[in-house]
């Protein structure tokens, strides 16, 4: 058996061992921007005669939970227990939300309610498979400190239950640098395991955090590096840990797979993917994976194998979807 057949059975191995030792009643909290993906669907003939733009006659619309609702739903197709705390408006949409969270099988006890604001909600239409135009509504400000702390109250009386946080930040308002470090001290104290995937240019605020996640963009803005290279993912990958003084960070790379920077170094895995269809929603399978996997004592080179074969099914994809353990398995033995 030649090298490279040798290390492919090694990997398979590997894989087969971890999928019958994933501990799939793993208790793991998210916490993060919670919003509402709002398909419309419809047919495109003919154009305006008001305006130079297409006219859509609407067949039919979906709405599905976006943002961290995906982490969630990600979390659920792997079997774990999983719960969201986030904050909504106090409107219609809030109402939505939380029925969309009982229907899928989820607690709403989570969120908090906050009537200066409304919640999330992204609407696309769609005509012939293709996005015409996205429309959003959100506030983006910062919570108030008085919100702020009510969701700091709901961590702290339910962090003893869950083993893995998993912070997912869309910059929608809710994770605050104040918050995000309450969280962290909190968890801290507690001993559990802190992942956040991040958002924005000031990597700071996540100061403390066991695992960062971000993708290669978003590592080269938070760095000012340009990253063309090993070296140059090398060198933002060391500043990231610098300003976040975290244990790890993961890089993800779309096609160019995953990084894994750790005290022993650069690590990176090849990209698992084999049909690339819509990449939507691929960093929160990878945030959820990382979350099982650690959670069920993995090595983080383990675990990021692992988010890297769960990333291929979802990809293969269309939308924001999710990936069961088959699926995964199926897609590697291929």
């Known amino acids: 058996m030649g090298l490279l057949p040798q290390l492919k059975h090694c990997l398979l191995l590997l894989l087969k061992n971890m999928y019958n030792n994933l501990n799939c009643n793993s208790k793991i909290l998210v916490i993060g921007d919670l919003m509402i993906d709002h398909y419309i669907y419809g047919n495109c003939d003919r154009i305006s005669p008001e305006a130079p733009i297409p006219v859509v006659e609407i067949t039919r619309e979906k709405r599905t939970l976006g943002g961290a609702g995906n982490v969630l739903k990600n979390l659920k197709a792997f079997g774990c227990t999983t719960t969201i705390i986030s904050v909504t408006g106090d409107d219609e949409n809030a109402a939505i939300v939380e029925m969309m969270l009982q229907a899928d099988g989820f607690v709403s006890d989570g969120l ?90 000031d990597f700071s605020k996540y100061k403390g955090v066991n695992l960062i996640k971000p993708n290669k963009k978003e590592a080269g803005l938070a760095t000012g590096i340009a990253i063309k290279d090993k070296d ?103």
């Not at 930040?169 to 909190?186: M, P, R």
């Not at 003084?245 to 990209?271: H, K, Q, R, W, Y």
Request: glycine share 4%; charged share 20%; aromatic share 4%.
């Open 112 to 201: 908090v309610k906050d009537a200066s604001r409304c919640t999330t909600i992204k609407s696309r239409v769609l005509a012939v498979n293709h996005q015409l135009i996205r429309l959003d509504r959100e506030v983006t400000e910062s919570i108030s400190s008085q919100v702020e702390q009510a969701v700091v109250t709901k961590v702290r009386d339910i962090i003893n239950t869950y083993e893995v946080i998993l912070i997912s930040d869309y910059n929608k308002g809710l994770l605050t640098a104040s918050l995000v470090q309450a969280v962290v001290s909190i968890c801290q104290q507690s001993s559990k395991i802190v992942l956040v995937d991040p958002k924005g240019l």
């Open 232 to 334: 140059s993912l090398e060198q933002a990958c060391k500043r990231i840990k610098e300003i976040t003084n975290c244990n790890d960070v993961v890089v993800t790379m779309s096609d160019e797979g995953i990084a894994l920077f750790s005290d022993s170094g650069l690590n990176v895995i090849p990209t698992k993917a084999l049909d690339v269809i819509d990449v939507t929603g691929a960093g929160d399978t990878v945030l959820a994976s990382l979350g099982l996997a650690l959670c069920s004592g993995k090595s983080l080179y383990e675990a990021c194998v692992f988010a890297n074969q769960a990333a291929a099914v979802v990809v293969s994809k269309v939308g924001s979807a999710t990936a069961t353990l088959d699926e995964i398995e199926q897609r590697f033995n291929r």
